[in-house]
Every structure is written in structure tokens, then in C-alpha cells.
């Protein structure tokens, strides 16, 4: 079992908001976790590699515009060219309109929007081996 983690973080924008009252598409998450795969691979093996599948994918909670969402990622099993991997994102930071229209709360607990997991392959050829 390999040890390599990634995160990152960013603020959904009035961009991602794709239905009404600004909730983002469920998709972005998916996009958020396939940025973190890709820099699991290359923490591991020195490549990219290739999104193969995701096994699971839960929506957990709605994510809205203004929200700060941390996406984070391990790989779990290394095979010979497939890298099985867990990912979680969290709401950290949410927007308070209620309060003015720039006010917003860190959240004492971060709340889990999405949780997933799947597999990424990085062929022999293109394995340079960062561990």
C-alpha cells in the first residue's frame, strides 16, 4: 500500500453553479477528484497517467456558489500499472448572504459533499518512479 496523498482547495464561483438557487453540479466534484488523481500520479510515478474508472461515487451534500471545498485524495493499492484511490470533498468554508453579501463562516466541522473512489493507470513505459 503506497502513502502518497494530495490535496487541494478552491471556492466554487457563480461559474460552477449550474441549477437554480447556485448549487454546483455534482460533476465538479468529479472534476475536482480527477485533478487530485492526476497529481497522485505524478507524485508516484513522475506521469499524468489515465483516469480507467470510478468503483463508488456518493453526493453526500449540496455545494453551492461561494462554497470553499477541499479535495482530498490517497492512493490505496498499486498494481503493476493501475493506482487504486480513495478521494473526499469538504465544505470548509461556506457563504453567509444573511449576514451581508461578502460575510462568510469557516465551518467548525468541515461537511463531507462527496466521497468516491476509483482506479488510474500509468503504463511501464511512463512510470519514472517519484516515490
Known amino acids: 500500500m503506497s502513502n502518497v496523498k494530495a490535496v487541494i482547495r478552491l471556492r466554487m464561483s457563480s461559474h460552477d ?7 454546483v453540479d455534482g460533476a465538479r466534484m468529479l ?7 492526476t497529481e497522485l500520479c505524478i507524485r508516484l510515478d513522475g506521469d499524468e497517467g489515465l483516469f480507467r474508472a470510478y468503483d463508488s461515487v ?5 455545494v453551492y456558489a461561494g462554497d470553499f471545498i477541499e479535495a482530498e485524495g490517497e492512493i490505496i493499492q498499486t498494481g503493476n500499472t493501475s493506482r487504486k484511490m480513495r478521494f473526499e470533498a469538504r ?4 457563504p453567509r448572504p444573511d449576514v451581508n453579501d461578502s460575510a462568510a463562516d469557516v465551518l467548525a466541522e ?8 476509483g482506479t488510474c493507470v500509468v503504463p511501464k513505459d511512463k512510470q519514472r518512479g517519484q516515490r
Open 17 to 23: 453553479a449550474h441549477y437554480g438557487g447556485n448549487l
Open 31 to 37: 472534476g475536482l477528484f480527477g485533478d487530485v488523481a
Open 110 to 117: 468541515p461537511v463531507v459533499v462527496c466521497r468516491a473512489s
Open 58 to 62: 456518493e453526493f453526500l451534500a449540496p
Open 91 to 94: 465544505k470548509v468554508i461556506r
